[in-house]
């Protein structure tokens, strides 16, 4: 195929009505492509597209629950179709992401988005990490053309594996646990070494993810393995000391042969336990995954990251709370990276619509109010759960502190305090505590803090009336594609023209990101984000307008951050504590 110039490109792109081959030279072999026409607001560019694009062997069969393995080289690829999405629970799917309904255990591949503006210059690299509590979710939803043309940035989207296909746990070393980060890492390193083929700048690489994938911008940027694999990272509504988004390393081995158990396998030895479920069906095995008890399921699901000593070699919540104690090993990539997150007002209704609502309502009585089921059991089981104590009095605090007292649902003002809650422990504090994890280690790298407080068309109605819903901001990032419509129930008569322009606002601060490491630049927006540090604590503020504020939620943040720690004695400091953990339970820190 005859090299076309800049100009050529540019010609070719306006007069595309179709659909046009393309291929690539890689490292990996030839990629077969395509452009497509894009329509964002009217405005029609073309797009380059690779899809479905194996970066890893097929974990499938004696590769199941292994380390992912380099996919091989190929002659040629024909990159014109997704790949499946990785094995999930297809009820839990329809129910919050709904997407394709192929789904396979060979389902790790990457797709490639890349703007035909000019082949001359370096694209910066923007890496998608899909959510879903690390159990559902697949990368088709997540379609980059519009943040490709509007910001002038390669978008790339991978799969990564699920639930117990990604996320079980053994002492066995071949399947110690964490597989789905291991994948999410391949497909980094399969992008550091390739992109430069598609004009992309693989010393420019932004991963950014929301809820898990969020959570997974985290992790990835705790192991050590990555140092110099990217540069930047946004973390939308998740990190990894989300409450949903870890677990003892000891829970996670008890689910494991739990679910052995209900697998007929044998639980003595692990390396026969594992060699009779890579032999089950997989439907089997995403059919006897939900083995936790209700208390166990009320904050997370049964599998999901846990330290292992080699991806993950320290606790999450013990070392964000506490960031003195990260290690040099955990703190080489994190102290080496700009990072920017995001938070949203109405975060907590993940967590509030599927677990905690059900539970109240189900324990409510005649004699058990709604506020007597929170006191007496939802808040003992966050405090045991984050703190490992159970303090009626501090419970008694917490309760009166998220009281709904303006009473704006009336007799159900509880919802309100549960969302709060739920928003609070599961989504802002976690995100509070790693951005000034982040911003204390002054290792000259930039933090940035966006709170997301708009309500949006799209938002759909609940009971409890939330300002929006957990991941509302992601089509603003993305721009509205149309593999959105369907998954976040919208439709292109309701999207308000206001909308648009906040989704062209919000994408330029984050591409100006991925290009600089800061938001304001090289493009400079109508309001600057301001970096987020541990004294004036910035933020940029998106509601109805968007504004610079400072100290966000500032009671409900010194109250999870200092009033609760010294309420339990906890030392703030590790002057004294030589690398020791606050005595409040086990940290389960590994190596």
Known sequence: MKEASVAEWSNLAQLVSGIIDTKINTSVGLIH????QANFNGNHKAVLKFLGIPYAIPPVGNLRFRKPRPAP??????????????????FLMSLWLPGRDLLSEDCLTLNIFVPIHSWARKYPVMIWIHGGAYQIGQSSIYSGENLVNYGDVIVVTINYRLGPFGFLATKDPDSMGNLGLWDQQLAIKWVHENIDFFGGDS????????????GSTVYQAMYPGNKGLFSRTISESGVAMSAWGYNTRDKMLDFTKRMAINLKCP??????????????????????????????????PEFVPAPDGEFISQYAPDIFTKPCLINEQTGSVFDNIDMAFVALTGDGTAVTGSTMLPYV??????????????????????????????????AKIMNFVYSDWNKTLGKNSYQTKLLN????????????????????????????????????????????????????????????????????????????????????????????????GDPNLPLSPDVKWLPYDVENEHYLR???????????????????TKYIPEYLNMTTTCTVSH?????????????
């Open 361 to 394: 309502k189900k324990h409510m009585s005649k004699t058990m109010s709604a506020d007597d089921v929170i006191e007496k059991f939802v808040i003992p089981y966050i405090l045991s759960d984050r703190f490992n104590v159970t303090s009626p009095e501090l």
């Open 267 to 300: 639980t003595t030895n692990d390396r026969d336990m594992l060699a009779c479920m890579r032999n089950v069906p997989a439907q089997d095995i995403v059919d006897k995954s939900r083995v936790g008890t209700e208390s166990e399921n009320l904050f997370r």
């Open 542 to 560: 998106v509601g109805e307008t968007i504004k610079t504020g400072s100290h966000i939620f500032p009671m409900r943040t010194a109250f999870w």
């Open 73 to 90: 080289r190929f002659k040629t690829f024909n990159a014109t179709e997704f790949g499946p999405g990785c094995l999930q629970n297809k």
């Open 33 to 36: 492509g395509f452009y497509e």
């Open 579 to 591: 690398g020791m953990l606050p005595n409040i339970g086990s940290s389960n820190v590994i190596g």
């Open 203 to 214: 010393n420019r690489i932004t991963l950014f993810g929301e809820s898990a994938g969020g």
């Open 421 to 516: 809650l739920d928003t609070d422990y599961s989504f802002f504090i976690p995100i509070i505590n790693t951005a000034i994890a982040h911003a204390q280690r002054e290792k000259g790298k930039k933090t940035y803090l966006l709170g997301l407080a708009k309500h949006s068309s799209f938002t759909l109605p609940l009971e409890y009336k939330p300002p929006n819903l957990h991941a509302d901001e992601i089509p603003y990032f993305f721009g509205f594609p149309d593999s959105m419509m369907k998954p976040f129930a919208m439709s292109r008569t309701n999207i308000t023209a206001e909308e648009i322009q906040l989704s062209k606002k919000l994408m330029k601060y984050i591409t100006n990101f991925a290009y600089t």
